[in-house]
């Protein structure tokens, strides 16, 4: 498995009137622990696109257990549990003083620039195998 | 079953580095068609919010099925299939020209401004009685 | 002058924990309104960047007056008061049933794939004195 | 004058088609540094409001000079030069590798929560009369 614990404080900007963290936020806290994880193993996600590749979003989904407030210092814990096939998935766990708040999963293809869904490309197998634990 | 159907155009602000539309908005269009909904059958959520309610997201879900692109004018259609209880959901489909681009489905309960469940006050359970198909 | 009027409703996405639209939501009404006005005139926005053009911002600046609410139902009035040159900018103002909330300005340049800053293609040049009122 | 710098990579959320950071999340990074800035010198915003004041935006202006893209490491340093009276002021400049990459302000006023603007609270002008270089 690989693992990597992004750390966030809840901007202003990410409130509602409700006085928490919009629900939407969490999709964009997801992705940027995501993008972590891959610099972290040496894919950083623009070489990836640099490659010709994107590695779109195909289905998300979020639980909301505990509601998120301003300035609040969150841990994005985000995992890839099973070694990518052609689609693969995230795991990912919002936690505030160790006390869970979120959880979700986010689902990936590789696609090319035309659009097209694709094998993944051997560099990213290859970094994946290598950083394995 | 209730549905309503909100039209926008895709902002340039909503599109990401892959020319499409960032796939954290979707959830905020879930959002938007589920208040006009609301607002149509006579219950704005600002209402709602002022008797002291709030009704929060506990869990959301998308499925992307074709990509959004800047200025794509869709239709974001809601439907609430079955009369609220405690817990209670709204189902989207988002479409362009009638082709379905993604859809997805967002759970609910009430709650008071101390943030504890409550049942569904009677004023909601009424008026969305009253407007049942 | 050229001038558009683009409606809008805030979005509970938009609001902060101040009960307000957040204030970076204003840039976003402002392009929204800018991109309207090219719509109308015949200069869609997508269609100057596929002919490898972009148009981005290179100031902005904006004035909060009044508070403006959740649901609030705002027009977003663009005016471009002077046929543009190299540099030139948009003015806004933000209503909320006749009554100004916000008003503002933004500066561009026409810039190419290579990020240079180029002279006004003719085809909008030509559009734009069409169109001039 | 008070001073602090906010670091942050720049989120593929915040990327838009043109593949630059979207200019209205520059604001939201002004008020983050903003925040961040509060906290240091033991005003947490939270403390604030939890006290019945708010501090919102009366006007914000931006200068974009260098465009800011996907995963940059931006310093955003933000300036209070004068203690604050009833209207004050802060400025901003964002780097990347210590290259100007934009600047600009906010002013802002106290209001209570009925909305009116109020003078500063004097927990406020102490702390910063006590943390003032």
Redesign the interface.
């Given at each position: 498995m690989l693992t990597y614990t992004h750390n966030i404080?809840v901007?202003?900007?990410e409130?509602?009137?409700?006085?928490?963290a919009?629900?939407?936020?969490f999709?964009?806290w997801f992705?940027?622990a995501r993008?972590d994880l891959l610099?972290q193993i040496g894919l950083?996600?623009?070489e990836i696109?640099s490659k010709g590749y994107?590695i779109?979003?195909?289905?998300?989904?979020?639980?909301?257990l505990k509601?998120v407030?301003?300035?609040d210092q969150l841990s994005i814990q985000v995992m890839l549990k099973e070694k990518p096939k052609v689609r693969f998935s995230f795991q990912y766990q919002i936690s505030l003083n160790n006390e869970l708040m979120a959880k979700g999963s986010t689902e990936h293809v590789f696609i090319n620039k035309q659009?097209n869904v694709t094998r993944i490309p051997d560099f990213f197998t290859e970094k994946i195998a290598r950083c394995w634990d």
């Open positions: 404080k901007r202003y900007a409130t509602d009137a409700m006085q928490r919009h629900h939407s936020n999709l964009i992705e940027a993008i610099d950083p996600y623009q696109e994107y779109p979003v195909l289905s998300a989904q979020v639980e909301y509601p407030s301003f300035n659009n």
